[in-house]
């Protein structure tokens, strides 16, 4: 029986004719192997960023439906050029946007989530032999209106893709190698990895690791596809994001990520009662805030402090919510400490191997690093500390868990 | 009533982000008058040659399929980008593509056919207040692909959509002030129309008139469909192309028309026999050559020379089609005068005021200017001459017919 594989480009690998031909060239010889391929790509290089420009050149807050109206333009262009070079490459293949495709969404306009797939007419093109090349990012909400799918949406379709087709694997082609121990930019003693777990996965990409957003990742846990994360244009093996199989708990230490993009905010002499997290960190939510790491300790025993990670990006936004809040609920102070980064160890060998933490801490401690804040999950410890610290971190806790001499 | 009117832009009228802001304030005004006003926008500027070029830099043949998809992003740009532009001027708006507006086409890729108009979104959208924006040059074909509708789609959009809601008016707004008596670029004494009946501006089209291409004005035609060829940097009225109404007959030359861009072929001595004609003309038709004036003229008993003209861009492609004909009939020989221009003069008038032809030539023959072919409609009468006296016989006739002098 015919395999199925969903192959996804992002926006660097058909940045221009020539990296597109590369790319149709790529998945010509993947189909000459055989299988039923489905293609999703994303929009070429810079254009998203462009349409971006051309919405904000006629009004600073362009309505959201009209903004997936534009964007999804992008995907477009990249479909039906990557098509027209598999023709020139004698390679049957046939264009579909995101509401062609079947792939439905809900109506959160620029962060829509798909809500089902009907792939009758991806099925009936590829009974016919042809390559699809399905519009990533995109869906259709249920007033028959183009919705994007926000950051990481072509991943997303991909994969989503992937589990409506059942498709065998899904390859996730990026412009690096695979998933590494570390960003080898900051760690030249890196390795990529060439495999790792969904779990796994899952809390580097919420650490700060950029190789793929977290929620195509549970998609593809929830769905168990396997996933391939590996170069467009190096024909080794990248690295294999599946299941969790036995023998990969040997290793105690996966990978290592890090968030430069943080900042540290605490609301100081709480009033200690019911309700008082939940007006916080709701007042954030309302305009999409996201909070990470939330200690709370007792300052006194009526009253709390509370501290808190954001974004810094996020923190222009967040301060005046804060004001108000501190107001309401009477709090003595906030303050803010804007430079901070944050650092994760991960690892499923963490479960079976007892003191990672503690290693970490020492290892820390020994490089002179002050932890400000800590988290941890069963697979995961990750620390708050100052921005400054962040690099060496990194490569002092690479080291010392044995990383720098993985095959 | 609300009155509906249907407002065309063309792609010079949302080239950049100031344009855009413009003809939205323009609309802003018309939908304050209180008419429900559904808008049809082509591709920003240099947009779809930009495409084209695209494409080409893939492959010298591209799919049609795939390059409708691609071309058709670039409407869908306008139409979200001049919404946002209404948004922002406090005027609700929403912007559709050509199939989310109901408007279906056949599969003849890159040059369809509109095939039918299913409002139903429109009026749902107009009925809530929104000035709706359409997408045009483009619709769905029965297969759900993007089609687009060839050279003065957008206008065709506009007629169309103009009929299937039953419009009070389309105005179709444009680089120019209206419909002139001549190009004004040629004749400085040009004057704009204030009206021209479909019948006429049909022939002017016809005659090589850039301003609306046939297709559209045969719409409007057959649904009585007002047109308002106006432009959209001035508030002045343009030119109205309405139904023959009394007192058009009272000028005998509405307006002259040139088409420089023609070439001259003759095929002499055929065989004098039935199914040459069909032979020549069947052959061009198959590769999409349109021929325009026919001369057939009896050299002998026996044999026939038949002259006509073509496109001067489609000669290349001619010549080798006539050579094969030329072989199969045992035809002598094949003359091409390749720089020829046809001029036209076109009156509703002249059905009721004889002699006008012979006025034509003999101001020609007075200018010294030959006269190579002739052809005649009941309100058309054109002469096909050299390239190099085009100019001259336009201003000759011009200033013969009265129409310098027409206020």
Not at 150 to 161: E, H, I, P, Y
Not at 284 to 310: K, P, Y
Request: charged share 25%; aromatic share 4%.
């Amino acid at each position: 029986m015919l395999k199925q594989v969903v192959m996804k480009f992002g926006g660097s690998s058909v940045a221009d004719a020539e990296k597109i031909k590369r790319v149709a060239s790529r998945i010509k010889v993947a189909r000459k192997l055989g299988d039923h391929v489905v293609v999703v790509v994303s929009a070429p290089g810079d254009t998203t960023d462009d349409l971006l420009e051309m919405a904000h050149r006629i009004t600073d807050s362009p309505s959201e439906r009209e903004l997936d109206m534009l964007l999804a333009t992008g995907e477009q262009v990249s479909i039906a050029l990557l098509s027209m070079a598999l023709h020139s490459f004698n390679t049957d293949a046939v264009s579909l946007t995101g509401p062609q495709a079947g792939i439905y969404a809900d109506a959160n306009h620029t962060r829509a989530r798909i809500t089902k797939i009907l792939p009758t007419k991806i099925h009936s093109e590829l009974a016919k032999g042809k390559v699809v090349i399905v519009a990533g990012f995109q869906g259709m909400n249920p007033n028959q209106d183009i919705t994007t799918l926000g950051r990481g949406g072509s991943d997303l379709t991909a994969v989503a893709l992937a589990a409506a087709i059942s498709a065998d694997r899904c390859e996730i082609y990026t412009d690096v190698k695979g998933v590494y121990t570390a960003d080898p930019r900051v760690v030249k003693e890196a390795k990529k990895l060439d495999r790792i777990s969904y779990d796994e996965m899952l809390e580097l990409a919420g650490a700060g690791s950029q190789v793929m957003q977290a929620r195509s990742i549970e998609v593809a846990k929830k769905y168990n596809v396997e996933l391939h994360v590996r170069s467009t244009f190096l024909e080794d093996e990248g690295t294999w994001i599946v299941r969790e199989v036995r023998g990969m708990e040997d290793v105690v230490v996966s990978g290592i990520a890090f968030d430069r993009n943080q900042a540290k905010l605490s609301i100081l002499e709480i009033e200690d009662r019911p309700g008082v997290a939940a007006k916080i960190f709701g007042a954030l939510a309302d305009v999409r805030i996201n909070v990470d790491m939330i200690i709370q300790s007792a300052a006194s025993g009526f009253s709390n402090d509370i501290s808190f990670t954001v974004a810094r990006t996020d923190l222009k936004k967040a301060m005046p919510i804060l004001e108000k809040v501190k107001e309401e609920l009477g709090a003595k102070d906030i303050l803010c400490e804007e430079k901070v980064a944050k650092v994760a160890i991960v690892g499923v060998g963490m479960r079976s191997h007892p003191g990672v933490a503690a290693k970490m801490f020492q290892t820390l401690a020994k490089a002179k690093i002050n932890i400000e804040m800590i988290s941890t999950s069963e697979i995961k410890v990750a620390c708050v500390l100052k921005e400054e610290d962040c690099e060496k971190a990194v490569k002092v806790l690479h080291k010392a868990f044995n990383l720098n001499s993985k095959s």
